[in-house]
DNA sequence: AATCCTCGTGTAATCGATTCCACGAGGAGG
DNA sequence: CCTCCTCGTGGAATCGATTACACGAGGATT
């Protein structure tokens, strides 16, 4: 039960722990002979060293936290993928945290993670202003926002920018006919929340369109959001001739409420999505969405925190997303070879 | 920068580090008046004990490690969420790792956790027997395995059955006059891959079929490799008329490649799933799959490791998977009032 | 009034590493 | 042959907590 220790290394190799924990950090000048016997009984006793105690001392732990928003959501999931892999890459540790939108989840997840010492924290805001991110971020803990974020603190951001993808969607759905857009919106306390339907009502404008308050459901980036927000726009005098989910899981839900009413996606009523995800190319109809380039947002932000712990200067990131047409929207008016439309023949692989 | 220690309490409540740390961990008697100072002390400087330096003393980390195969794979995703939930409820902490499927990562993260001093281990395995988790496991590393196992070793087991459901799914797809049945397989290196294989092979004994070699294909529970098995069957001489994925991501792969051919599921071929997910309910269309039980089984396997390192004795959970009939393997016969299927009008919430 | 508990508290050892400093041996330079 | 470096090494302090042990004060017991 008692692990080996680096004493235990040091008897049988018959030096003193100072010596072991210099061959084992590669420090300083040690004979080869030393080294030999070291490494001999490091791999004879199975040593291994205890972090905890490396990182008590050396004030650092090669660890980074990263608090999602919300796992069961493809795109988080996908995002925390490439977070890993990258850090790994790096040769850092990634300790999760799981937020379920809740900012309360939230804080207990960066609480625990600073009670740990991690070097650098990866956040998703759940919310527009926890005390607790703030004070963090002032006294110094780096920090960077990754996908949505807090004004007024000094932190590097890396995210997408939708803006162009929603209004090429806009244009899409105007060049279909459709003129009664409706968009369900996640939380305004998020900047991906205000964000999306910022942009989607200065497109809406370009096209001489108006968004009224009616058309703009709130949710709360979760399915059940979704599917109410959908009924109060079905239930509207006049609803909409498309609704716009900001997430894929409010996408989700919108179907499922539209499935309810026995509605036919896009005949009835024409369904689109922010965020794009595997699943949306076998949905009924496969949905026309927005896609962000999640991968490199994750790697751009390991990078970005990176660099602030290692005392080089980080930078934010935004990277375009761009619109992906599928069925959901409606075909082309244009009866002839249908053209708009990319072929997915041959879908991509899931795995990048 | 320097953050606040334990001493510089001590120091601001008058007393000595002993005390303080006593009624920080609710020991022996404190005087009401000490307590007080010293709770005044660290509201004041805002102190937080360092984790490291407790588990480094107290041999114990209060954190579990949860090494899953796949993120991507939105059951291991809600297997880790409830997981993460249960373990918060009893006052641990989950560091995750990922797999992807591959054993070399998986046994990067083990080490990892390992190296943390983590007070328990969760694992569902991604090979048949990773020297490092049977060292681990007998080295009397407390460990639990989720979903998949490995045999020789003394560690509990909680897992889902689904022969049942298995056979009920052969049950059905043999009502509606499916005859030739193809499985997809995970790799044979996991319990899962071979065990879903037997159980369909058992329950196509039961009716007279048979499952010819041709019929099985080996995937790796990764969606490009139900796409390759598929693709094989379908350039058979004889096609097989129903394809069962033993798991989602293939699932998803399986279909890919039937719409590559300009194939239409039910009515050119059937499709069946392992593993419930929401989104099944709005592909195209949506697919009979075999429902396992995730939450239960993730906040069992919790259970299960927190009495083995509490010193209570862990108990193994089997627990029954179901049969969810969709649209996938074609309609009942019968031109009457639809009756087997389940009717999914007001869709389950996808957050439980 | 002497003795014995009990209670509250402080001193110091400890967990397992890293790292500063000192020291002895041996080679180079004078 | 003496001095001075350099190199390899070990001793011991340190990181920030927990906790065994000792100790003094005061109340209860006889």
Chains 1, 2 share one sequence.
């Not at 190799?13 to 030393?34: E, F, I, Q, Y």
């Not at 004030?59 to 936290?65: A, P």
């Not at 960077?144 to 803006?163: K, L, Y």
Request: net charge neutral; proline share 7%.
């Amino acid at each position: 039960m008692a692990s080996v220790g680096i004493k235990d290394v040091a008897a049988r190799a018959g030096v003193s722990v100072a010596t072991v924990s210099r061959v084992l950090n590669a420090h300083a000048s040690v004979s080869p002979a030393a080294r030999a016997r070291v490494l001999d009984a490091v791999e004879a006793l199975g040593y291994r060293p205890n972090t905890l105690a490396r990182s008590l001392r050396t004030d650092q732990t090669r660890t980074l936290g990263l608090v999602i928003s919300d796992v069961l959501n493809p795109y988080f999931t996908e995002l925390a993928r490439s977070v890993e892999e990258e850090a790994r890459a790096l040769g850092y540790s990634i300790i999760f945290g799981n937020a379920d939108e809740r900012p309360e989840i939230q804080d207990h997840h960066i609480r625990t993670l600073l009670d740990r010492r991690i070097d650098g924290l990866l956040v998703s805001p759940t919310d527009g202003g926890s005390p607790l991110v703030l004070d963090a971020a002032r006294a110094g803990t780096p920090m960077v926002f990754v996908d949505r974020w807090i004004a007024g603190v000094d932190v590097p951001v890396v995210r997408a920018d939708g803006s162009a993808a929603v209004r090429d969607l806009v244009a899409h759905l105007h060049g279909l006919g459709h003129r009664r857009l409706a968009i369900i919106a996640g939380p305004a306390t998020t900047t991906t929340g205000s964000e999306r339907v910022a942009a989607f009502r200065d497109a809406l404008a370009e096209y001489g369109l108006d968004l009224p308050d009616a058309y703009v459901g709130q949710g709360d980036f979760q399915a059940a959001s979704g599917r109410r927000a959908t009924e109060r726009f079905l239930d509207l005098p006049t609803p909409p001739d498309v609704v716009f989910a900001a997430d894929n899981l409010m996408a989700l839900g919108a179907l499922d409420a539209l499935r309810a009413r026995g509605l036919r996606v896009p005949d009835d009523i024409a369904l689109a999505a922010f965020d794009d995800i595997p699943w949306f190319v076998h949905t009924d109809p496969p949905v026309t969405a927005i896609a962000q380039p999640t991968g490199e947002l994750g790697r751009a932000a390991v990078r970005a925190l990176t660099d602030r712990i290692e005392g080089r200067t980080p930078r934010s990131v935004t990277l375009p997303a761009r619109l992906v047409v599928r069925r959901s929207c409606g075909e082309a008016a244009a009866p002839g070879p249908r053209t708009a439309r990319k072929p997915e023949g041959a879908p991509r692989d899931h795995r990048p």
